[in-house]
Each structure stands twice: as C-alpha cells, then as structure tokens.
C-alpha cells in the first residue's frame, strides 16, 4: 500500500523535489532509484517478508529511503532513536527479533558491539552520506508489488507503567488510513514543503513530516544533522534556531510540526533577527501541552497561531485545533481527524456528557491491535476496536477535546519526552541505591529538568560521580538526571504510594552533600 502510492506520486512528480537536505535536492524518480537499489540489496542479504530491519539513523534521506525499501519488500521497518546507549539498543533489537540493522558510519560502531553479543545472524548495512543518493535513474524501471500486504511494516515503542519499552505493531494499513485522515483534515497537496525538525523515528515525525510529504507528492525540507568527528551530536535547540528560521525563508516552508519546546524557543527569537515565515500557514504542536504562555509568545513574535495537535505511538494523529480564532480554544486539541471516533468514559466505560472528565478512549482504523506479546494489557486497553489511551480530558458543546491529565507520569526535557520509570529501573540495579524515584522539575524556560531522589545503602560510600557514571554507561545522554538528591526515605502515603509531588521541592530530610 505504501509503496502503491509512491509508485503513483513517481509517476506523477517524477522530477519534482522530494527530499530537500542541506544542498542536497532528490527529486521523487532519484528517491525510487534509491529505495530499489536498497530494496535490492536487502533481498539479496536475506531479508523476507516480516523479518524486521532495525533503522539506527539521524534525520536524514537515508532513513526515507531504509524506511520504505524495507516497506516495498513487505519487511517491518524499527525505527531506534540514534542517540541510544548500547544497552537501550539492545533490548530493542532484541525484543523485536531484528534480522538487519541499517545505519551509518557513526552508528557502525555500536551496531557491530551488539550483533557480536547476540547469539544469531544479524545483517549490518552501514550507509554513508553519497552511496545511496549519486544513483543514476536513466534506465528506472518502476515496479511495484501487485497484491497488498496486510501484515506489519512498523514496529514502535511506547513507554508505559512498567518502565519498559512496550512494542507496537502497526501495518501498511494502518499507516495508509493514518496520513489519509492527516491529509483530509488539514489539506495538503503537491505545493506544500514540510519542514522537519522532530525526530523521524518518533511517530511525530514519521507521520506528520515524512508519510504526509511523501504521500501527498510534496517536499519533506529536513534539518542537516551537526556533527563532531564524524559523529552525529545533538546540541540544545538555541544554537540551530537561526538556521531553522532561514530554512523556513529559503525552502517557502508552509507547514511545521514541532513540539512546545522548539516553538518557545523559536519565539525567543531577539525582534532585531528578521526573517520571513510569510510562507508558514500551519504551525502545529504535539508531544506535550502547549501552554498559554508559549502560544502568546510565538503569535506576538510571528502573528502566526501555534495549533495543538494530539496523537499516540498506537494510532498516530488523532486530533487537531483548526479553530479561525483561537482566543478561547488555544488550549484545546480541536476535533478529532477525519475518519476518527473519539469518546469520554467514566471507570466503568459509560460515556460521560458534556464538559465531564475522564478517559479518552479512540477509534480508528490507523489504530494498532495491540502490543506485542503483551496479552493480558491488551485486553485492559483494547477492547470492541478501541483504544484506551490512559489520558484524561473533556468535551465541549462542539465536540473540541481537550486534555486535562495523564495517568501515565512523563517528564518532557528538552524536547524528549522521558518515561521515570525507565530511570528508576535503571538505578536501582546499582548496588548502592536502595530506592529510586525520578521526576522533572520545572525549567528557567520551556520543559522539566529530570530530578533522581536515591536512597541509598550507605550515604558515605554512594556519591553522585557514581551515579552519573552508572546512567552515562546505561542511558541515552537526555535522560541521565541533572540533579541528583540523596534522602533518608521516600515520602509515601500511608498506603505506601509514593509521593511524587513532595519530592520536586527539597524537604527537610533531605541528606546534605
């Protein structure tokens, strides 16, 4: 299915540019010849229908073209975040029985250490930044699989009330009827450039940058990576905001997807920069709650309204604010897309009336059946089609939703939204922490910095070095804690939950350093 439709933009736009990175221009027939050849090549090495390839890539064309040449041979396509530690990356390639990793030179690396410590065949296909797209397409033959594949083309993770990544798995279909709802929605066509900013293997960023271009026959304009000695680094979002604005300018960018943290600091932007985002007609904001304060920031400083979207690993978008004035509804995520069912139930699964909070509960045909090997949670959560998301919200008289809670607790730092519960595993396997509990305390500017509170075996051996030293070794950089507090106890109700809110200000008890 998703090769079907790029067959048929090809066909349309064949010169048309595709993937915009940096200088360099692929047009659609390029980005074919390049998905073939890797297409190709993959066959060749042994990858069949439903092995699952393993993507360790940047933002880059690369990953567009790893992404469906594993889709046009019906394989199960596992985007990783590359900034991963070798221990978070195993337990993904391990979990989803990955029979390839596709990298680049930078990732090699650590790709080869793991491979060497998994006891089977893994394929390594390490890509660099010429060998795909200097391919020649005078003789481009445009093939394409006649009958559709049903089975799964994408496996993601979500994280959840274990603290451990749970694997959703979604399929062609699935991702078809998603970027149709997107698309029918808010209107994209040919003419559109989208400017991608949010990382790719985040649902955000493979539905809502590079689906939605890709299906609609429009440019996908990707942010060029930094990099220091060869290797991709990630650097705060401050630094490589005069070059998103001049994209924006330049590439006639009119869509972008961001999060809250990117478009805070965009309009931080000093009013003696002038750049023209004439262009933009929709800004729009998902991963977290935008805040009144970062809307009314960035419409004083770009007159352009920053619209609240709201999706899910499990279903991808579900719901935008497309409202003319957002005065009043700046803090809803509008009605649901196209084609999407949304409904507000009590503990007892009624459906509750107008302007009442409770679960919201989705259903769509974008919607995952459930996470792998998990199927006790999936009859929790998946029931009759529909998807209880575990987030709180309300209804107004029109049907705008708007989300008022989560039951799941996540941190949201620099960008990245952070599962504690994934910290705390971590930390307490380290000999010296007795209990662990990690929360994010609010920012001098946009998100939460992430807090571990230890309590430790023996304060006078356990030192925070140790600490810091332990996580470098076993987390990805953005989610070792900035702040490292050690306590007598964890403070509990009296029936023994933890107090999570007691522990983002500092207690009397705290152990001083």
Known sequence: MLEKRIVEIVKKYPEKTAIAYDKLRISYQELYADIQHLSNHL???????????????????????????????????????????????????????????????????????????????????????????????????????TSPFKGDVLYQYSSGSTGRPKRVC???????????NFTETINISPTDNILCIVPLYHAHGLGNC???????????????????????IEVPFVFRR??????????????????????????????????????????FSAGNFLSKEIFDKFLQRFGIPVRQLYGCTEAGSIAINLD??????????????????????DDAGKELPTGSIGEIVIKSQALTKGYC?????????????????????????????????RKQIFIDTGGHKVD????????????????AVVVGIKGLYAGEII????????????????????????????????????????????????LRKHLVENFSETINS
């Open 43 to 145: 066959r060749i090495t042994g990858i069949v229908l439903g092995d699952c390839i393993a993507l360790i890539l940047p933002n880059s064309p690369e990953f567009a073209i790893a992404f469906y040449a594993t889709a046009k041979l019906n394989a199960i396509v596992l985007p990783i975040n590359p900034l991963l530690k070798e221990e978070e990356l195993s337990y993904y390639i391990i979990d989803s029985n990955a029979k390839a990793i596709i990298t680049n030179s930078y990732g090699a690396d650590i790709s080869r250490k793991i491979i060497s410590k998994i006891d089977k065949k893994i394929e390594l296909i390490v890509l660099d930044d010429t060998c795909l797209v200097t391919k020649k397409v005078d003789n481009l033959i445009i093939t394409e699989n």
């Open 210 to 232: 590079l689906l939605a271009a890709i299906h609609n026959g429009a440019t996908l304009v990707i942010l060029e990576q930094v990099s220091h000695q060869g290797k991709t």
């Open 373 to 405: 090997n998990k199927p006790e949670l999936n009859q929790q959560v998946f029931q009759d089609g529909s998807f209880l998301t575990g987030d709180l919200g309300k209804k107004d008289e029109v049907g705008r939703v708007y989300i008022t809670g």
């Open 242 to 283: 005069s070059t998103v604005l001049e994209l924006i300018e330049k590439e006639k960018i009119t869509i972008l997807p961001a999060v809250p943290y990117i478009f805070n600091t965009l309009a931080e932007t000093p009013d003696d920069t002038q750049f023209d985002v004439s262009t933009l007609k929709l800004c």
């Open 170 to 180: 979604r399929t062609q279909e699935n991702l078809e009827h998603e970027v149709i």
């Open 324 to 345: 003319k004035d957002l005065k009043t509804t700046y803090d809803s995520v509008g009605l649901p897309l196209k084609n999407i069912d949304i409904k507000i139930i």
């Open 451 to 498: 807090k571990a509170v230890i309590v430790p075996q023996n304060r006078d051996i356990c030192e925070e070095k140790d600490i810091l030293s332990y996580c470098q070794d076993k987390l990805a950089d953005f989610k070792i804690p900035k702040i490292i507090e050690f306590r007598h106890e964890i403070p509990k109700s009296p029936l023994g939950k933890v």
């Open 420 to 435: 504690p519960l994934e910290i705390e595993n971590i930390l307490i396997t380290h000999n010296q922490v007795k209990e």
